[in-house]
């Protein structure tokens, strides 16, 4: 059963996108996440305005890309929103599964750059054993070369 208490919805709205607060002279604005419920032809806007926003900011269509993951966040978060005015609980559960999305990302990009790090140290422990080989191999070619002056005396 969904809880729809307005007050209480405004309040858990608030805790999970809080309000915008800013000063202007002598004036503190807040600014509150609506708690108007969203009509169909809202959907239809955001999505128009997600598509028009990925392609102005030039977003790449595949791959890492902080501005696409940036304007999928704040979609995220607007349904994330008008969700939780229709069904509390439904919004609460699509805020833990939002974290635990980010949660797990940045356990991938933390495994990834450790992966990259391992490789680069790799490389670098790689060069130097080959420069030592290169430097053992000279180091015997002279030392043939001495031989082969010795027998040759």
């Given at each position: 059963m969904?809880?729809?208490?307005?007050?209480?919805?405004?309040?858990?709205?608030?805790a999970i996108l809080p309000p915008i607060e800013?000063?202007?002279?002598?004036?503190?604005?807040?600014?509150?996440?609506?708690?108007?419920?969203?009509?169909?032809?809202?959907?239809?806007?955001?999505?128009?305005?997600?598509?028009?926003?990925?392609?102005?900011?030039?977003?790449?269509e595949?791959?890492?890309?902080?501005?696409?993951?940036?304007?999928?966040?704040?979609?995220?978060?607007?349904?994330?929103?008008?969700?939780?005015?229709?069904c509390v609980e439904r919004g609460m559960l699509l805020v833990r599964l939002?974290?635990?999305?980010?949660?797990?990302?940045?356990a991938y990009l933390t495994m990834y750059e450790s992966g990259i790090a391992f490789g680069i140290r790799k490389d670098l422990m790689t060069d130097h054993k080959r420069q030592r080989i290169k430097d053992k191999n000279k180091d015997l070619k002279l030392f043939i070369q001495n031989l082969e002056q010795e027998l040759q005396s």
């Open positions: 969904c809880s729809n208490d307005k007050k209480q919805t405004q309040e858990i709205l608030n800013w000063t202007t002279g002598d004036y503190l604005y807040k600014k509150c996440v609506s708690s108007t419920p969203a009509t169909e032809s809202d959907i239809e806007i955001l999505q128009e305005e997600l598509d028009i926003q990925l392609q102005s900011r030039e977003a790449k595949t791959g890492l890309c902080p501005v696409r993951e940036e304007l999928y966040a704040q979609c995220f978060d607007e349904l994330i929103r008008q969700v939780t005015i229709n939002r974290d635990e999305i980010n949660c797990t990302i940045d």
